[in-house]
């Protein structure tokens, strides 16, 4: 297989960074397909974390060139400080990053709306991660948009970004009552981003077709997960992008018929950032404990992640929407401590059982997790790197998984450092 697609299966943060980046070691490319820098793709580089935006997770691997795909929101002022931020750690960023010149700029005006809107939910906010992720995706799809190949000229991005600030600036004055931005100075920020973004600017679906077409190694690195998925998440509480793997060929140009094997990636719990409906969610010692072991607060928010014992109605729901053959369990140590690890297997809801997942927050809202209770194993599984060192029960939690996903695991991961994996099939 020359090129696997890593996708979330729950609400975002199952580790696809640090897998990502374990598998670029055998990548050519690795290419972002949606979402922005709402992402926060956590990976260790010479023994420090590090978290990329936007960077695809490739970017420190020597040798991979690592591509932002047409389906990708991009905040070019976020990018060039995420650019010089990873260059400090001293991962080199020149020719190995292509930017699509199709992809759509988030602009100071996208963070300016979206926080205004947010408060003015107040209680009903979706919790977002104020990144302009969402007044960029509905300004693409209303044709108001201005993709990122505009920089190529500055006049002519000039021209566009002057209409469209000033319309954007009745909005915030007239519907908000904030403050106008203002224009001339957000052109003089942009333009010296431009400069510093403009060779990075390329036709990347014509390089990808190629580059698979000849066989070579390609990782497509999703972001957030399918429960945030716009089409197939829990809507509203959802991102703006198609974050499953149906997102790879419009967030790329690669035609659906060459994209490759779909791995999901699940921890071996769950955790959600934002509002929105969430089954088997903890309130007690046990999301501490989680929350705690599992350093469980957002990579780009810094907010504390809602936690709760894995819910295998929507594990199922996400191998289903994608495909998915194969799972990553990440995140397996968080759970070393614990004497039993309930899993939730079916819902009630209203008084009646259900396996399927409900495809409307509401429904989704009424849910009560059915459990069964499994035991843990007691045992540090940190230092683990083979099957053999991992203990009896907790190979069997992950058979457990395995059945009732009906998928394979090729792989879990025990610690953030990017060699805490035990691989039981190669991946890539
Ligand atoms: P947005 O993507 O910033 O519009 O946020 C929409 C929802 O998706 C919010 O609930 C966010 O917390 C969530 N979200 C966005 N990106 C991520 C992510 O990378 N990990 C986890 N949750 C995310």
């Known amino acids: 297989m020359s090129n696997v697609v890593i996708v979330g299966t729950q ?59 047409p389906g990708v929101v991009v905040d070019p002022l976020g990018l060039v400080e995420e650019i010089d931020r990873v260059r400090e750690a001293g991962i080199s960023v020149g020719e190995n990053l292509l930017i699509d010149v199709g992809a759509h700029m988030v602009l100071p005006y996208h963070k ?43 006049d002519a991005f000039r021209a566009a970004f002057e209409t469209e600030a000033t319309r954007k600036n009745e909005i915030l004055t007239r519907l908000y009552g904030r403050d106008p931005l203002d224009v001339a100075e957000m052109l003089e920020i942009l333009e010296a981003a431009a400069e510093r973004l403009r060779p990075h600017l390329s036709d990347t679906p014509d390089i990808l077709r190629e580059a698979l077409s000849q066989n070579r190694n390609v990782l497509f690195e999703g972001a957030q997960g399918t429960l945030l998925d716009i089409a197939f998440g829990t809507y509203p509480y959802v991102t ?15 035609p659906p018929r060459m994209v490759g094997d779909i791995v999901g990636i699940a921890k071996a719990y769950v955790t959600r950032v934002g509002s929105g ?15 705690d072991r599992g350093a469980e607060r957002g990579s780009t928010t810094g907010r504390p992640r809602r936690c709760g014992w894995l819910d295998m109605v929507a594990l199922r729901y996400a191998v289903a929407v994608n495909g998915i053959r194969r799972l990553v369990i990440t995140k397996m140590d968080v759970l070393d401590t614990f004497h039993r690890i309930p899993i939730c297997v079916a819902y009630e809801i209203d008084g009646k059982r259900t396996e399927t997942f409900p495809r409307t927050s509401e429904e989704l809202r009424r849910a009560k997790p059915v459990y069964e209770t499994f035991p843990g194993w007691d045992a540090d599984t940190s230092g683990a790197r083979t099957e053999a060192a991992l203990p009896d029960k907790a190979m069997d939690y992950l058979r457990t998984i395995s059945e009732m996903a009906g998928v394979e695991i090729a792989a879990v991961s025990v610690g953030a450092a990017a060699d805490a994996v035990v691989e039981f099939t190669r991946i890539l």
Do not use: M
């Open 240 to 254: 703006s992008s198609f974050t499953s793997a149906a997102g790879v060929s419009a967030g790329t140009g690669v």
């Open 112 to 154: 300016a709306i979206e926080a205004a809107e947010e408060e003015r939910l107040g209680g009903s906010a979706i919790g977002t991660t104020l990144r302009g992720i969402g007044p960029t995706y509905a300004d693409h799809t209303s044709r108001t948009g201005l993709p990122i190949g505009l920089l190529a000229s500055f």
């Open 11 to 69: 609400w975002g943060d199952e580790g696809k960074g640090k897998i990502t980046n374990a598998l670029a070691t055998c990548a050519d490319f690795v290419v972002r397909f949606q979402g922005g820098a709402n992402a926060g793709h956590t990976v260790t580089v010479n023994r420090e974390p590090i978290v990329f935006h936007l960077l695809p997770s490739g970017i420190s691997v020597p040798g991979v060139s690592c591509v932002i795909g």
């Open 277 to 291: 409906p969430f089954p088997t969610e903890l309130f007690d010692k046990d999301a501490e404990i989680i929350r």
